[in-house]
Structures are given as structure tokens and as C-alpha cells.
């Protein structure tokens, strides 16, 4: 139960009970990052299943991103930004991460976001009603099973940083469990597990863009992965299925 309230704690702005000083075995908490996926589609599923029948989509969207936005405390974002500035700036690898580092945000960075989160509005107003439950599930879980998938046999770009803690460090028995837990919930919609066969594959080559480009990865880059993986899976929903 400490992993899986670390896990909660680590990935969700609700008010966890503090489990105390983490020490270094305490990435094993990454194997539950799924479960705190379910927790935040969880919530987003009942707003949307009690607010659906009362406002239009488009403005049903919005909140859900905000809601989304204030339970994650916009991290993940966060990364996306810093991860759109550093790469396109055209600089060599340590002129990339000191630009990642930097708090600042650039035009790429706002672009970034921009377009991520303009095409998860538009694909979370065009998904159909009977699927829209089961899909706001899955979204989160697959984003934060993309960060297992991440930090797993990958090389920490940067010494410091909120993703050394992670990066490198997990074992397969980790990866597994949060493949478990996400692959049970795929079982709930068709074609969900096709997305769950693709998502590896996505990984692998965004970890090799990243180690050709700074070396591996930060924790930066596992918030972009995150965002990236959501918007493909809503994608995928919305090819599959039809949108309205």
C-alpha cells in the first residue's frame, strides 16, 4: 500500500497521507503509475458521464482538460513545453538541456502545447457517447504506463532532476505490473489492447530520438512522452470508432 500511495502522491495533486522520507528502492512505486491513471479517468469519466446530457461537447471538453490539468498540477505539460523549446532550438546537446532546464517558455513550447492540447479538445469532443466512459479510463493510464515504459533500461540525460529518481532504475518486474493493471482495462473496449501492442514501439523510437538528441532521457522527456501517448490513443479511438 506505500507504493501505491507514493504512486498517488507522485503523479496526482490529491491530498495523499505522507508516507514519509522516500528512499532510493521506492521507484518500485513506478509499477503502480497505471493506478493512478485510473484514479484521474476515474474522475474524468463521472464528470463526463454527469455533465454529457447537460452542456455542449465542445465546452464539456474544455473542463475535462482543465480538470485533467489541475489533478496532474500541469506537469506533464510542463515537460512537453521544455522538451518542444530544447529540441528545436538547433542547439548541441548540452545547449539543449540548459534550455530544458530553463523555467522560461519559449515559442516552440507554446506551440507545443497549443497544438497537443487543441487536438485533444477536438478529439475529445468527436468521441461517441458510448465509448467516451471507457476511453476517459483509459487515456490516463496509458500515458502514465508510457512513463514505466520509459524510464526502463534508459539513460539518465541529466545527473539532477525529478526524473533521476526513475530513470534507469526500475526493473521488468515494474514494467510488467503497470502492464498488468493496463491491460485489464483494455479488455473493457475493443481494439483498446491493439493500441497497448503499438505503444512499445512508440516508445522505443521516441527513447532513441531522444538518446541521439541529448543522450537519454529526463524527466522533461517522460512528461512529453506522456502527453504524446494520450493524444495518440484518442486518436486512435476516434479512427477506429468513428467520431461524431
Known sequence: MKHVTQALQFLTTLPF???????EHD??????????????GLI???????????IPAHVLSVLLLVVSFLLTGGIH???????????????????????????????????????????????LT??????????????PMFGRLSLVLGAYKSTNARPMGLG??????????????AAGITLLATL???SAWIYFLFLPIFVIYFKHKMHKKIGGMTGDTLGALLEF????????????????
Open 17 to 23: 497521507p505522507d508516507t514519509g522520507v522516500w528512499e
Open 27 to 40: 521507484c518500485r512505486h513506478m509499477a503502480f503509475f497505471p493506478l493512478a491513471g485510473l484514479l484521474i
Open 44 to 54: 474524468l469519466a463521472v464528470m463526463d458521464w454527469i455533465l454529457y446530457p447537460l
Open 77 to 123: 505539460a510542463d515537460g512537453l513545453a521544455d522538451t518542444a523549446d530544447g529540441n528545436f532550438s538547433g542547439k548541441n546537446r548540452e545547449g539543449i538541456l540548459l534550455i530544458m532546464k530553463d523555467s522560461r517558455l519559449g515559442t516552440h513550447g507554446v506551440m507545443a502545447l497549443m497544438l497537443i492540447y487543441l487536438l485533444k479538445f477536438a478529439l
Open 126 to 139: 468527436s468521441l461517441l457517447p458510448a465509448l467516451r466512459w471507457w476511453i476517459l479510463i483509459m487515456m
Open 164 to 177: 533521476n529518481f526513475y530513470i534507469g532504475k526500475i526493473k521488468i518486474r515494474e514494467v510488467l505490473i
Open 188 to 190: 473493457q473496449l475493443s
Open 229 to 244: 501517448t494520450e493524444t495518440l490513443f484518442l486518436l486512435w479511438m476516434v479512427i477506429r470508432f468513428g467520431g461524431r
